[in-house]
């Protein structure tokens, strides 16, 4: 609706003109372009869809099998009559009753016949088998346009505007016709229409997707949540386990702080390698191919897919790792320990304990790592939609790109520094298990070995030219063809350079 029209009153000869205020819509002088919608059903998601189509400009007129009753429920410059009424004025209908009941539908078949009917229907659990509950209005209703959408949109988003959460309708349908209105009307309300296609292509993809509990976070949660057991349990055994089977000293107190807290920086960094590794991976095999227009193996598709969830996982647990070192000292457990050394460097009449490379490594171990911290913070923030929105590409190439590189760079550097000199200490080899720091740092160091190689000016240049579109294959330059013959090395070269 245009933004001018908007300024008319919508609703003629009603709303409060006295107490009570005629709730019904002059039906002979709508506004010009704008259609009625009706909507079936008085629910939660009814009730709020009615409100932001009213706030968006609509006439609407709701059916309900008890008007009376409903009528109180709706905003007054809506109408809220009988379905039968409500189908035959209305010239685009949302029908907003459960599957189960579109069979009581069926005497308004006349009235529906060539109009467009919206699907907002979710089910109980996820349907795999199908057919969806489009494809059964549909089927009940042959004579109508049916278009699924605004069933992954909340009651609340509705009501409250496209402020919060995602502001996509994912909208399928047989009719272009259709879904094109249904689209102008989402824009109308704020949202973004998404066309999906076909009902019988989509609309049970569409209808499965509130069910789905963080389908893109599944595998990055899993793989974190594994880590960490493993890690756990390595932790655990060399720091808890060991002590108590060798020398019968008890150390289960770490369990709860200390061996989570040597957990959580190895899990946070082997994450943060992983995110970076599949582009590693998907440059090399672009070298390899020498093209960009091959297909990744679909295990890398999925992986390049949810890196940004690996690196929010990441993020987690270097934050975890912050407070838990933080509170460190806190524990009753390291007061007493700190009682103990000062006794006994009292008693063997040590005045001084100082030792420089101690004290350099633990500054350098610390300033190293909130600088790592930082930069993942930066990354997290900069993933969030609002605020990625306000950069252009190649500031956020920069950031997730550049700066993600230089985060793991300092996570590796963090961890160098924690493991200093031990790497080499027999004696850190509890049960002859390698430190776990030794486990960690060969990903990541792979990675940035990797990267570095990918840097190297020969590879740097041939791998922007593919991006750009080169092909060996097909010989193809970017340059302007040469003043005189168009030859070189022998053989004629394909000109682009004016793609």
Not at 137 to 147: D, G, I, T
Not at 182 to 206: K, N, Y
Not at 286 to 313: E, H, I, M, V
Request: with cysteine; aromatic share 10%.
């Amino acid at each position: 609706m245009p933004h001018e029209d908007m300024k008319s009153p919508l609703i003629r000869g009603g709303g409060c003109g006295g107490a009570g205020g005629s709730r019904h819509l002059e039906a002979s002088a709508p506004d010009p372009g704008a259609p009625v919608v009706g909507i079936l059903g008085t629910g939660d998601f009814s009730r709020s869809l009615c409100r932001r189509l009213v706030a968006s400009g609509y006439q609407v007129v709701v059916g309900s099998r008890t008007p009376k009753r409903s009528l109180a429920l709706f905003p007054v410059d809506a109408e809220v009559t009988s379905q039968m009424e409500a189908a035959s004025q209305a010239d685009l209908v949302f029908v907003a009753l459960f599957p189960e009941h579109y069979s009581t539908l069926a005497g308004l078949k006349p009235a529906l016949a060539g109009k467009i009917l919206v699907d907002v229907s979710n089910g109980l659990q996820i349907n795999q088998m199908g057919p969806s509950h489009a494809e059964q209005l549909a089927s009940e209703f042959p004579e109508s346009y049916v278009v699924k959408g605004f069933n992954t949109i909340s009651a609340w988003s509705l009501q409250m505007g496209p402020r919060d959460g995602s502001r996509q309708v994912l909208l399928c349908g047989d009719c272009a016709n259709a879904k094109s209105t249904v689209a102008e009307l989402c824009r109308a309300m704020g949202f973004v229409p998404v066309d999906m296609g076909h009902l019988s292509t989509t609309a049970l993809e569409i209808e499965n997707i509130p069910l789905r509990l963080f389908p893109s976070w599944r595998v990055p949660i899993l793989f974190t949540t594994a880590l960490f057991v493993f890690f756990y349990l390595y932790n655990f055994l060399r720091d808890v386990l060991h002590p108590f089977v060798t020398a019968g000293k008890s150390a289960f107190y770490k369990m709860p702080i200390e061996t989570v807290n040597v957990t959580l920086p190895s899990v946070a960094l082997v994450v943060l390698a992983l995110v970076y590794l599949p582009g590693v991976f998907a440059a090399f095999l672009q070298l390899s191919w020498g093209t960009k227009y091959n297909r990744f193996p679909g295990w890398l598709d999925c992986w390049l897919a949810r890196r940004k969830q690996f690196g929010l996982c990441s993020f987690m647990c270097a934050v975890l790792h912050a407070l838990y070192s933080l509170c460190l000292p806190m524990r009753r457990s390291a007061r007493y320990k700190l009682l103990n050394k000062a006794f006994e460097q009292v008693k063997a009449g040590v005045e001084d304990s100082w030792v420089d490379e101690d004290v350099w490594r633990m500054e350098l171990y610390v300033s190293v790592g909130i600088l790592a911290l930082g930069f993942l913070s930066l990354l997290a923030v900069t993933s969030l939609p609002s605020v990625a929105n306000g950069l252009n590409w190649r500031e956020f190439n920069f950031i997730q790109s550049r700066l993600g590189y230089a985060a793991l760079v300092m996570a590796t550097v963090h961890t160098l520094l924690y493991g200093w000199a031990r790497a080499f200490d027999s004696a850190q080899y509890h049960f002859n298990l390698p430190p776990t720091f030794v486990l960690v740092l060969p990903l990541p160091l792979a990675v940035l070995a990797c990267r570095l190689a990918l840097c190297a000016p020969c590879v740097a240049s041939r791998l922007f030219r593919i991006r750009r579109g080169w092909e060996r294959s097909r010989h193809i330059r970017f340059a302007p063809p040469p003043e005189e013959g168009g030859h070189r090395n022998g053989g004629s070269l394909e000109d682009v350079s004016h793609v």
